[in-house]
């Protein structure tokens, strides 16, 4: 009997241990700590579901995008927010195919004002829709018209979208979208009764404005014509404003008097001067009379004022605060002047106005012997420095004439326009701003959607490999190694 009521005895005692040994795990560090844990990570998950609850029920979004692909610019809020009209916004696209940038950024429009309305038409289920407005067909466009006027702008899918070619695949891509600008454009169009015209002139080998240059002026609301200034009688009475893009052959005498006469009564005109060897002896008397003489030759720099390994591409500096590089100096951009032909200013009447916005170094010289072997400057050269863009103003009998003359027709290269860090577009289109004064005009900057790359310099290629390679994972591993040993001894 004795066995038996040991064992009685004895399982009590085993019941106890254990259940101090539950009682004990609860009241550890372990548990406590765990339990801490537990607490922070329900409380964190908690306040998440809270936080994404209120921001659904406020519709509140954030755009996080480096270049802001889904935010509107204070330009276009002042538009929204200034408006009188009826403004309603279609979106033509088949159901299903919608791209997310142009929904978010028509959603933005309609938060901004009670006088917009965004509506989607399907060309399946509406297939003469965009006809009703345009000549054009399209199955994927944006059309904006002012109810009240019936006035419309049609913008095509790929205005929205800039491209640039991979010369590997052969492939167009896109690298930049201008969805606000094309919208907010058409906006002021279609409730402003101020359309400026602008004339090309053409006849001497002038160069037509590319089409990324085209898009982005009439973004600004401006109509551009062709003038023969050749055949022309006089210039136009609706001409705003003349460009004058590169002649490499002269003007004649009649057409040299007919835009001085133009300019006289208060004309505007930019002017961009391109290399020839032909002879353009009225060209240059039309910006004499304004004070401007071309140099002969082309213009060299010392290296670091011109871009890479190719002395012809200058970089100017900016040197003053001038509407015409108003872009320019908000975005700090650098302007690139290939092929440029030496300018300098004469006061030849009290009532002219200079500024010079695009100047060379000291150190820059124009190149006239163009046999010769070397780049260096030689004897016969003419010393700088040189002005590369110059404003002229001149108020006389209650008019003010414009002129903006640009060393170079190169200036408007498309492949030099179309790089984002360069300012050479900004000044064509601030210069057009300059010139005609008209409120319908504005000036969006299109958004990049091309993958950005930290450049790292070959001398720091060393030291950021031996910092990511050796030094920060050896670090995290001495880091570890302390933080096990202090705790084992805890």
Same mark, same amino acid.
């Given at each position: 009997?004795?066995?038996?009521?040991?064992?009685?005895?004895?399982?009590?005692?085993?019941?106890?241990?254990?259940?101090?040994?539950?009682?004990?795990?609860?009241?550890?560090?372990?548990?406590?700590?765990?339990?801490?844990?537990?607490?922070?990570?329900?409380?964190?998950?908690?306040?998440?579901?809270?936080?994404?609850?209120?921001?659904?029920?406020?519709?509140?979004?954030?755009?996080?995008?480096?270049?802001?692909?889904?935010? &509107?610019? /204070? =330009?276009?809020?002042?538009?929204? %927010?200034? $408006?009188?009209?009826? +403004? *309603?916004?279609? #979106?033509?696209?088949?159901?299903?195919?919608?791209?997310? &940038?142009? /929904? =978010?950024?028509?959603?933005?429009? %309609?938060? $901004?004002?009670?006088? +917009? *309305?965004?509506? #989607?038409?399907?060309?399946?289920?509406?297939?003469?829709?965009?006809?009703?407005?345009?000549?054009?067909?399209?199955?994927?466009?944006?059309?904006?018209?002012?109810?009240?006027?019936?006035?419309?702008?049609?913008?095509?899918?790929?205005?929205?979208?800039?491209?640039?070619?991979?010369?590997?695949?052969?492939?167009?891509?896109?690298?930049?979208?201008?969805?606000?600008?094309?919208?907010?454009?058409?906006?002021?169009?279609?409730?402003?009764?101020?359309?400026?015209?602008?004339?090309?002139?053409?006849?001497?080998?002038?160069?037509?404005?590319?089409?990324?240059?085209?898009?982005?002026?009439?973004?600004?609301?401006?109509?551009?014509?062709?003038?023969?200034?050749?055949?022309?009688?006089?210039?136009?009475?609706?001409?705003?404003?003349?460009?004058?893009?590169?002649?490499?052959?002269?003007?004649?005498?009649?057409?040299?008097?007919?835009?001085?006469?133009?300019?006289?009564?208060?004309?505007?005109?930019?002017?961009?001067?391109?290399?020839?060897?032909?002879?353009?002896?009225?060209?240059?008397?039309?910006?004499?009379?304004?004070?401007?003489?071309?140099?002969?030759?082309?213009?060299?720099?010392?290296?670091?004022?011109?871009?890479?390994?190719?002395?012809?591409?200058?970089?100017?500096?900016?040197?003053?605060?001038?509407?015409?590089?108003?872009?320019?100096?908000?975005?700090?951009?650098?302007?690139?002047?290939?092929?440029?032909?030496?300018?300098?200013?004469?006061?030849?009447?009290?009532?002219?106005?200079?500024?010079?916005?695009?100047?060379?170094?000291?150190?820059?010289?124009?190149?006239?012997?163009?046999?010769?072997?070397?780049?260096?400057?030689?004897?016969?050269?003419?010393?700088?420095?040189?002005?590369?863009?110059?404003?002229?103003?001149?108020?006389?009998?209650?008019?003010?004439?414009?002129?903006?003359?640009?060393?170079?027709?190169?200036?408007?290269?498309?492949?030099?326009?179309?790089?984002?860090?360069?300012?050479?577009?900004?000044?064509?289109?601030?210069?057009?701003?300059?010139?005609?004064?008209?409120?319908?005009?504005?000036?969006?900057?299109?958004?990049?959607?091309?993958?950005?790359?930290?450049?790292?310099?070959?001398?720091?290629?060393?030291?950021?490999?031996?910092?990511?390679?050796?030094?920060?994972?050896?670090?995290?591993?001495?880091?570890?190694?302390?933080?096990?040993?202090?705790?084992?001894?805890?």
């Amino acid at each position: 009997m004795e066995p038996e009521k040991k064992e009685l005895t004895e399982k009590p005692k085993k019941k106890g241990t254990l259940g101090k040994k539950i009682k004990a795990s609860f009241q550890s560090r372990m548990f406590h700590n765990g339990g801490y844990s537990t607490v922070v990570i329900a409380a964190v998950i908690i306040l998440a579901v809270l936080v994404n609850l209120f921001v659904a029920k406020l519709d509140l979004k954030l755009d996080l995008s480096t270049e802001g692909l889904y935010s &509107i610019s /204070e =330009e276009t809020e002042t538009i929204v %927010k200034g $408006l009188e009209n009826d +403004i *309603t916004i279609y #979106y033509v696209i088949q159901s299903g195919s919608e791209n997310k &940038i142009v /929904e =978010e950024i028509l959603n933005r429009y %309609k938060e $901004l004002s009670d006088h +917009i *309305t965004v509506e #989607y038409r399907d060309p399946v289920m509406y297939p003469k829709f965009v006809s009703n407005y345009t000549s054009e067909e399209s199955s994927n466009c944006v059309i904006v018209e002012n109810k009240d006027t019936e006035i419309s702008k049609f913008i095509n899918y790929f205005d929205m979208l800039e491209y640039s070619m991979d010369y590997q695949t052969g492939q167009q891509n896109v690298t930049a979208i201008d969805v606000e600008g094309q919208i907010s454009s058409a906006i002021k169009l279609v409730t402003s009764d101020d359309v400026p015209v602008v004339y090309q002139v053409t006849g001497h080998g002038e160069a037509e404005l590319n089409s990324t240059l085209q898009k982005n002026v009439d973004k600004l609301n401006v109509q551009v014509e062709s003038l023969a200034t050749v055949s022309a009688e006089k210039i136009p009475e609706d001409c705003d404003m003349l460009i004058i893009n590169g002649p490499i052959s002269d003007f004649t005498e009649e057409e040299t008097t007919m835009l001085e006469d133009y300019l006289k009564e208060g004309g505007k005109a930019a002017i961009f001067v391109s290399y020839t060897e032909n002879d353009m002896t009225n060209f240059e008397s039309l910006l004499s009379y304004y004070g401007v003489t071309v140099v002969d030759g082309l213009v060299m720099e010392a290296s670091g004022y011109y871009m890479g390994t190719y002395p012809l591409n200058l970089i100017p500096e900016v040197r003053t605060a001038h509407d015409i590089v108003t872009s320019v100096n908000n975005e700090n951009k650098i302007v690139v002047v290939p092929n440029a032909k030496g300018l300098l200013e004469d006061k030849v009447r009290d009532t002219l106005d200079f500024t010079d916005f695009l100047i060379t170094s000291d150190g820059a010289y124009s190149k006239v012997n163009f046999d010769s072997q070397t780049i260096s400057k030689e004897d016969g050269d003419i010393d700088g420095p040189f002005n590369l863009g110059i404003a002229v103003e001149e108020e006389y009998n209650d008019t003010t004439t414009k002129l903006a003359v640009f060393a170079s027709a190169d200036i408007l290269n498309e492949s030099i326009i179309t790089t984002n860090q360069f300012g050479n577009m900004d000044l064509l289109l601030d210069t057009i701003n300059w010139m005609v004064e008209h409120e319908a005009g504005l000036n969006i900057p299109t958004k990049s959607v091309e993958q950005q790359y930290v450049s790292v310099q070959p001398a720091q290629v060393g030291f950021w490999g031996i910092l990511l390679v050796l030094v920060l994972p050896a670090a995290v591993l001495v880091t570890g190694i302390l933080v096990w040993l202090r705790r084992r001894k805890a």
